[in-house]
């Protein structure tokens, strides 16, 4: 029961986030629901932007359905397909955009290296989930797919602590720099605990 209630949550959580960032950022001018300081940035990289929000919310929808026990033993082959998805478009597209955003990323070089860290991380486990899958090593590609889709809810996370911080009355200056590194650095280090238990529904 335990299981089913985070799986619930990182499920609601998960599209929750995939769902608002689509509607946001296709409805909505760009850089208008952003920091004033950071619409500039987002204006010069549109391509990276868009390609980064839309490939990482096909991750974000994706992701959670992959965790579950019911789809890989009943569905295996569309298991597979959503699988080439998530990391062809989702991870590694996203990935590459969040690495080029990271190198503009409002806040300086704590900004420029916690987001462009978290990029590298998030292709980088993906790319290992990739080959172990190839490599018939199912256990090793869950511990990997774990470890990634930590990385992945970083978006989720991002959109916890952003409006926590304002609600407080942190100085955005201040904070956003170490929400880069917060968004994501204790959701690998809770992956990294509990890699070896696969989240099953």
């Excluded at 190198?103 to 172990?132: I, P, Q, V």
Aim: proline share 4%; hydrophobic share 55%; with cysteine.
């Amino acid at each position: 029961m335990h299981k089913k209630i985070l799986y619930g949550l990182m499920l609601v959580l998960s599209l929750g986030v995939a769902a608002y960032a689509t509607i946001a950022y296709a409805a909505f001018p760009l850089g208008s629901l952003v920091h004033p300081d950071m619409k500039t940035n987002f204006e010069n990289h549109r391509v990276a932007v868009y390609l980064h929000i839309f490939a990482s919310s096909l991750a974000l929808l994706i992701g959670p359905f992959q965790f579950s026990k019911r789809l890989r033993a009943s569905r295996p082959q569309l298991h597979r397909w959503l699988g080439k998805i998530y990391l062809g478009l989702g991870v590694l597209l996203g990935g590459l955009a969040g690495l080029l955003m990271a190198a503009f990323a409002y806040g300086g070089l704590g900004s420029n290296l916690g987001f462009g860290l978290l990029a590298l991380l998030w292709l980088f486990t993906g790319a290992r989930a990739y080959w172990a899958i190839r490599q018939g090593d199912i256990v090793s590609h869950q511990q990997w797919m774990i470890r990634n889709f930590s990385l992945t809810l970083a978006a989720v996370t991002l959109r916890i602590y952003l409006p926590l911080s304002m609600v407080l009355g942190l100085p955005f200056e201040l904070c956003y720099p170490i929400i880069s590194w917060l968004c994501w650095v204790p959701n690998l280090l809770i992956a990294e605990w509990k890699f070896n238990r696969p989240m099953s529904v």
